[in-house]
């Protein structure tokens, strides 16, 4: 259960390495009981959060308060956070049983006490049978489950976990992502989750913290991410996305494409330029002759149970996901209802993304370096033809 009460606060965290800053003026807080994702690409800030909150690394500049208490100065092994890595770092020489116990071991608990404990963990990840089972003989999702219980017997305030399922397999990275969730609220402990899979992070989490380039992008609940992106960023790496360039009329009327659309948003000004955010799904094929903007299929991939195809609309390549197959070269209608459309004020992210000209900005990155080598060459060619003159 999400308590009202903040268990961690971060406050204007700066991290740089090698003169590179990481984490940029950082301000986040998370509530007790909280299953918390940080969600974002390699390098954009998010284990790096994770390392400052659990005391591995120390800010340039801000402050870590736990409880409201200022935690700076504390020891990673005085705070009450416990980390689960993507390696588990499981004793390979100890059966299951005494994986789970070692910390309450070292603490100097009593025997009895310990014995107590790690059967209430094991029992809590479904590994009681599993008690005596040497480590190399356990699956990667045993293993796992191992993991959590151990970080779990000292009865942590804040559990850490930085990318634990990575490791698994699709089926299995499911049913752990069940486990996981069941156990953050069967023990209202506070869960900080970290991942790069948008469809893990809105799965499992109450808040997902969106991050990109050291700094926080949007933090909210998985609908609100997903349905109310903030800016181009957000709604590119949630989901699919077509990001048109619009312009607001008035209050619930944007221009896009030549073409004026009934909207839900308002508070814009009058000609104010905006982005306009359409996902696949939202869009309805029909006639050319019954479509608010018309097209022609360049592409379509079966995905099983509907087609994903990208439509040409005046050279902007829209993606459509639909039930109903088109043929390449198709002239289509789309249909685009007032609920469908939300509207994004202007940002750096802007033209950046939502063109399905190309999948990935490698392809695009590829484009432009080879068209500057193309250039560049015209350029020498132009030079030695002179010179020759």
Same mark, same amino acid.
């Given at each position: 259960m999400?308590?009202?009460?903040n268990?961690i606060e971060?406050?204007n965290i700066?991290v740089?390495f090698?003169?590179?800053t990481?984490l940029d003026?950082?301000d986040?807080?998370i509530?007790d009981g909280?299953f918390?994702?940080?969600?974002?690409a390699?390098g954009?800030?998010?284990t790096t959060?994770l390392?400052?909150i659990?005391g591995?690394?120390? %800010?340039?500049?801000g402050?870590?308060?736990?409880d409201?208490?200022r935690?700076?100065?504390?020891?990673?092994?005085k705070r009450?956070?416990?980390?689960?890595?993507? #390696?588990?770092?499981l004793? %390979?020489?100890?059966n299951v049983?005494? +994986?789970?116990?070692?910390g309450? $071991?070292?603490?100097? &608990?009593k025997?009895?006490q310990?014995k107590?404990?790690?059967e209430?963990m094991l029992?809590?990840?479904?590994?009681?049978a599993?008690?005596? #089972?040497?480590?190399? +003989?356990l699956?990667?999702g045993q293993?796992q #489950?191992v993991?959590?219980?151990r970080?779990?017997v000292? +009865?942590?305030?804040?559990?850490?976990l930085?990318? %634990?399922?990575?490791?698994?397999d699709?089926k299995?990275?499911?049913? &752990?992502?069940?486990?996981?969730?069941?156990i953050q609220r069967?023990?209202?402990?506070?869960?900080?989750?970290v991942?790069?899979d948008?469809?893990?992070?809105?799965?499992m989490?109450d808040?997902v913290?969106?991050m990109?380039e050291?700094k926080?992008?949007?933090?909210?609940?998985p609908t609100k991410i997903y349905?109310e992106?903030e800016?181009? *960023?957000v709604?590119?790496?949630?989901g699919e996305?077509?990001?048109i360039d619009g312009? &607001?009329?008035?209050?619930?009327k944007?221009r896009?494409d030549?073409?004026?659309f009934? @909207?839900?948003? $308002?508070?814009?000004?009058v000609?104010e330029p905006?982005?306009?955010?359409i996902? %696949?799904?939202?869009?309805?094929i029909?006639?050319?002759?019954?479509?608010?903007?018309?097209?022609e299929?360049?592409?379509?991939? *079966?995905?099983?149970d509907y087609y994903e195809m990208?439509?040409?609309? @005046?050279?902007?390549k829209w &993606?459509?996901q639909a039930t109903?197959?088109?043929l390449?070269?198709a002239k289509?209608?789309?249909v685009i209802e007032?609920?469908?459309?939300?509207?994004m004020?202007?940002?750096?992210?802007?033209g950046?993304?939502g063109?399905?000209?190309?999948?990935s900005?490698?392809m695009d990155?590829m484009e432009?370096e080879?068209?500057?080598e193309?250039?560049?060459?015209?350029?020498?060619?132009?030079q030695?033809?002179?010179?020759d003159?």
């Amino acid at each position: 259960m999400v308590k009202e009460q903040n268990i961690i606060e971060l406050h204007n965290i700066t991290v740089s390495f090698d003169g590179e800053t990481v984490l940029d003026d950082l301000d986040l807080s998370i509530k007790d009981g909280e299953f918390v994702t940080f969600l974002g690409a390699s390098g954009c800030g998010k284990t790096t959060t994770l390392r400052v909150i659990a005391g591995f690394i120390s %800010p340039d500049h801000g402050d870590v308060f736990f409880d409201g208490a200022r935690i700076n100065d504390l020891p990673p092994h005085k705070r009450q956070v416990n980390t689960i890595f993507q #390696r588990y770092a499981l004793f %390979p020489h100890l059966n299951v049983f005494d +994986n789970v116990a070692f910390g309450l $071991k070292v603490a100097g &608990m009593k025997k009895d006490q310990i014995k107590e404990k790690v059967e209430e963990m094991l029992e809590l990840v479904n590994m009681r049978a599993f008690a005596q #089972r040497k480590i190399h +003989n356990l699956s990667g999702g045993q293993q796992q #489950r191992v993991a959590i219980a151990r970080a779990l017997v000292n +009865n942590p305030r804040v559990l850490l976990l930085d990318e %634990p399922l990575a490791a698994l397999d699709y089926k299995l990275r499911k049913d &752990m992502q069940n486990e996981l969730k069941r156990i953050q609220r069967q023990t209202g402990i506070t869960f900080i989750f970290v991942t790069h899979d948008q469809e893990e992070a809105l799965s499992m989490s109450d808040t997902v913290v969106v991050m990109n380039e050291g700094k926080i992008q949007q933090i909210g609940s998985p609908t609100k991410i997903y349905n109310e992106p903030e800016n181009a *960023f957000v709604a590119d790496f949630i989901g699919e996305s077509n990001i048109i360039d619009g312009v &607001m009329l008035d209050d619930f009327k944007v221009r896009l494409d030549g073409r004026a659309f009934k @909207c839900l948003d $308002k508070g814009f000004a009058v000609n104010e330029p905006v982005d306009v955010v359409i996902r %696949p799904e939202d869009v309805d094929i029909v006639s050319p002759e019954k479509g608010e903007l018309t097209g022609e299929v360049s592409s379509i991939t *079966f995905k099983g149970d509907y087609y994903e195809m990208i439509v040409d609309v @005046c050279g902007f390549k829209w &993606m459509v996901q639909a039930t109903d197959e088109q043929l390449v070269g198709a002239k289509v209608g789309l249909v685009i209802e007032p609920d469908a459309i939300h509207i994004m004020k202007k940002s750096k992210y802007s033209g950046m993304f939502g063109d399905y000209s190309t999948f990935s900005t490698e392809m695009d990155e590829m484009e432009e370096e080879a068209r500057l080598e193309e250039e560049r060459l015209e350029e020498e060619a132009a030079q030695e033809e002179k010179g020759d003159e």
